[in-house]
């Protein structure tokens, strides 16, 4: 049997002999013409699992993991609630962290051509928290719900999160996940039954009607502060006293509350953010307060802040060491996709002779960056709102001007035109900040081509029990 034997939407059993980067599975099919490999994401060597074929290759399937038919060996029991957003959660944290620094180093070898990255490899750094480690959670709710003794979806009024592979079947969270705030998430419960005794109707996907929405809360690590936005149509908002629904949360949670907000959002999108509604501040105030690395951040509802705070630390720590290591001090230092300056303010903080210019296209993270640089008190610190690439060829004078350069882009890397002219500003280092090491793997084959080599890198751990890693780089000018 030849792959092009197997079809789209066909359901077959494998079982997960190896691990790939971003915490795919890989298994293997014996066939009379040899050996078809298949890809199953979210899956753990030694299980045996149900998978849907998305993709049908030469010699390989692309799938979808229906359901885990067979535990591997390497499990172990956990007190938590199984989700689909933790999927190696029964995984030893040490075999994931050995998983995510083998198969990332192969991945830099593989496609960013960097032949000796075992020996660039300069340390693997941990979360301090492998559970609760998160700072913000957004819950669904919704119309059709996931049956876990039946296996299979059935009406009613659910809150928690997406089942895995769908966009129309909510999970109840019944109890802690593990990843947030545990007695928020035990609440989580109390929260859904008022709901749903109102009368009014979560969300149907498929329809794409009813009101309760989303409920996303974001959370102080520094001193447990909880900031909830309840999401709902405006079809039966006169029915629904939210200043009622403010009491209820506030004698759940006392005065761990900081504030409570209501959006209403009526785009038939699946997103939390309306691109044509309102949110009000209902009780409190709307932001929370974080500190990093001894700076005070207020970070509103919508607000880019790093999901694992104490992880971030380590993170950026890192950075400015590799920064600092070939930097002088007194040194223009350019933050190319800087979102709200967290990394700009520490750099700066921690080099005070030095000149800091952060560029990020969007204009509400470069004002968030404005506000929180003035409220901390740090000087050395300038933004400016635009597209990176365009920002560069509109400012000739940077060119050959900058003493480093500090790339945080997003997941999807830089696009070719705003790396050249990044390379063409001539910096002599490059410390680049990567939440996807595919795409740093890509942007280090162009780097190398351009005259950068990669002195050394770390990885970071933001995100335990999933395939997410991060990585942190630093490239020099080759004279």
Same mark, same amino acid.
């Given at each position: ?7 789209? $939407?066909?359901?077959? !059993? @494998? ?21 078809? @490999? ?13 998978? +849907? ?5 030469? +010699?390989?399937?692309?799938?979808? #993991? ?18 689909? $957003? ?25 496609? &960013? ?10 340390? /693997? ?7 609760? *480690?998160?700072?913000?959670?957004? *819950? ?14 059935? =009406? ?16 109840? %969270? ?9 007695? %928020? ?13 109102? $009368? ?27 900031? %909830? ?10 029915? /629904? ?11 759940? /949670? ?22 044509? $509604? ?26 880019? /802040? ?15 060491? *590799?920064?600092?290591? !070939? ?19 520490? @750099? ?9 210019? &952060? ?27 635009? =597209? ?18 500090? #790339? ?22 490059? @410390? *680049? ?42 490239? !020099?000018?080759?004279?």
């Amino acid at each position: 049997m030849r792959a092009k034997s197997f079809k789209r $939407g066909e359901d077959i !059993e @494998v079982t997960i002999s190896k691990m790939a980067f971003g915490g795919k599975g890989i298994a293997k099919i014996e066939t009379e013409q040899g050996e078809i @490999v298949v890809f199953v994401p979210n899956t753990i060597p030694g299980q045996t699992v149900k998978c +849907r074929i998305a993709k049908v290759r030469k +010699r390989h399937l692309e799938t979808k #993991l229906i359901e885990v038919l067979e535990r591997s060996p390497d499990e172990t029991e956990i007190p938590y609630q199984a989700i689909s $957003g933790a999927p190696f959660a029964t995984l030893p944290i040490e075999i994931q962290e050995r998983s995510k620094q083998e198969t990332t180093i192969e991945l830099l070898r593989r496609l &960013g051509k960097v032949d000796n990255a075992e020996d660039l490899f300069d340390e /693997f750094i941990s979360s301090p928290s492998h559970w609760h *480690y998160r700072n913000k959670m957004e *819950y669904s709710f919704g119309a059709i719900r996931y049956d876990f003794e039946k296996k299979g979806d059935v =009406d009613g009024f659910a809150l928690g999160f997406k089942h895995r592979g769908t966009w129309w079947m909510v999970e109840n %969270l019944d109890k802690d996940s593990g990843l947030f705030d545990e007695l %928020l998430e035990k609440s989580l419960k109390k929260i859904r039954a008022y709901c749903e005794s109102s $009368g009014l109707t979560a969300w149907h996907h498929p329809k794409k009607e009813g009101f309760f929405r989303f409920l996303t809360v974001r959370k102080s690590h520094t001193d447990g502060s909880l900031l %909830l936005n309840l999401v709902t149509s405006s079809k039966g908002l006169e029915s /629904f006293d939210i200043e009622a629904f403010s009491s209820f949360l506030q004698e759940l /949670f006392g005065d761990r509350i900081q504030g409570i907000l209501h959006t209403v959002n009526d785009d038939i999108g699946d997103r939390v953010q309306p691109l044509d $509604g309102e949110s009000r501040l209902i009780f409190g105030k709307n932001y929370i307060t974080e500190q990093l690395s001894g700076l005070t951040f207020k970070i509103q509802m919508e607000s880019f /802040f790093q999901t694992n705070p104490k992880s971030a630390e380590r993170l950026y720590a890192k950075a400015i060491e *590799y920064l600092s290591e !070939e930097t002088e001090e007194k040194g223009l230092i350019m933050d190319l996709f800087c979102g709200t300056g967290t990394i700009g303010q520490l @750099v700066a903080s921690k080099l005070p002779e030095a000149k800091i210019l &952060g560029v990020d296209i969007v204009e509400k993270a470069i004002q968030d960056a404005k506000r929180s640089a003035a409220e901390n008190g740090v000087g050395n610190v300038s933004f400016e709102a635009g =597209d990176v690439g365009k920002f560069i060829l509109q400012h000739p004078e940077y060119q050959g001007n900058i003493h480093a350069i500090i #790339l945080d882009p997003p997941r999807g890397g830089i696009a070719p035109k705003a790396l050249k002219r990044t390379i063409e500003l001539n910096s002599k280092t490059i @410390v *680049y900040i990567s939440c996807n090491p595919a795409t740093l793997a890509r942007d280090t084959e162009v780097l190398q081509t351009s005259g950068y080599q990669m002195k050394k890198f770390s990885l970071v751990d933001q995100f335990p029990h999933t395939g997410h890693i991060e990585a942190v780089a630093i490239f !020099e000018k080759q004279s």
